[in-house]
């Protein structure tokens, strides 16, 4: 038997409500793979910056840092100012943990509806490799002439050769795994000129270790258009971390909606945890009513366990999910948080 030690992090809003699915159907799952989970909880978000005023303390970063895995709800409360939590907490794990590759499959499941009239399953199966440590995330830049009308905000966006070379080769790497083999390097190097020459040259560099792999170059707003008419275009894309935001919550809402989107903060090099959480946020519109879709933080904890060399284990969760989607479609009846997750899970332990 394996025992996995797993960090959870709940959060804000939605984010308890999605988790406890999530750790529901990693329960399941769990027997016939031979593991054991052993998590510890952190309450960390809007109740505990109110109470203390602590985002993450460092002893608790030092507690993190001590287990194999963390899974995540989500951060962020209309009643906490702007950014505190989400770079306080997520931003500040993220950077500290080194999860430079930000994985968001986009997938569509059959049986999901998808806005995009025409469009089956094979139409939409790419990958996003999103960097995670550096872009506009950075944190650089600042406020001058603060409330004047002579006030200058900037926010510099950060690539070095370091950060932008791992990126690339993790996307590289996957690309020439997958069956179609193709690389799409989406930036904005019409207007960023100094850092979207720096990711054209990368990619150059490391495509030349990978002659198999077809590359390509599409400026983001031409790729948001072709996420849409074109969704087959794409297999993987390797993007900056802003415009990886942005493109993946588009993907998501072309492949059945934000609810299903999952996703990973990696380090790939496991010198740190790696965070599992879904794409979507703390949806404090439908927070505590029990009707969120904890299917994207089930789906991300496949990917945690994928990521914790268990495919089997990932594969056993990836299709229950598909079955139940397709279930879904049949029976397309509303059903609550905790009984999708209900439902998952018995079709986990029903698995063959
Ligand atoms: P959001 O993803 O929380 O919500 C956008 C819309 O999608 C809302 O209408 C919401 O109800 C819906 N939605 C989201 N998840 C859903 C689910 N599982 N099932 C059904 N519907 C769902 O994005 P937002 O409104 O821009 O942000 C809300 C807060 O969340 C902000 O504080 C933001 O900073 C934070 N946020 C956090 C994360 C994260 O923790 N990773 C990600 C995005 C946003
Ligand atoms: C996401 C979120 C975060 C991001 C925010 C909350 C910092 O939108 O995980 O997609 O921009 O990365
Ligand atoms: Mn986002």
Redesign the pocket.
Known sequence: ERTVKLAVIP?D??GPE?VAEGLKVLSAAAPAHDLALETTEYELGAKRWHATGETLPDSVEEELRGHEAIL?G????PTVP?GVL?RGL?LRLRFSFAHYVNLRPVRLYPGVATPLAGTVPEDIDMLVVREGTEGPYAGMGGVMRKGTPGEIATQDSVNTRFGVERVVRYAFAKAAQRPRKKLTLVHKDNVLTFAGELWQRVVREVGAEYPQVAVDYLHVDAATMFFVTQPGRFDVVVTDNLFGDILTDLGAAVAGG??LAASGNINPENAFPSMF??????????AGRG????T?TILSSALLLDHLGLPDAAGRIERAVAEDLQARAKDGGERSTPRIGDDIARRVAEQG
């Open positions: 959060g809003g939605i999605v995540l989500a951060v962020g409360d702007s989400e997520l934000i609810g959480e879904p794409v979507h946020g703390s949806a404090p519109d439908i009707v969120a879709d904890p994207a």
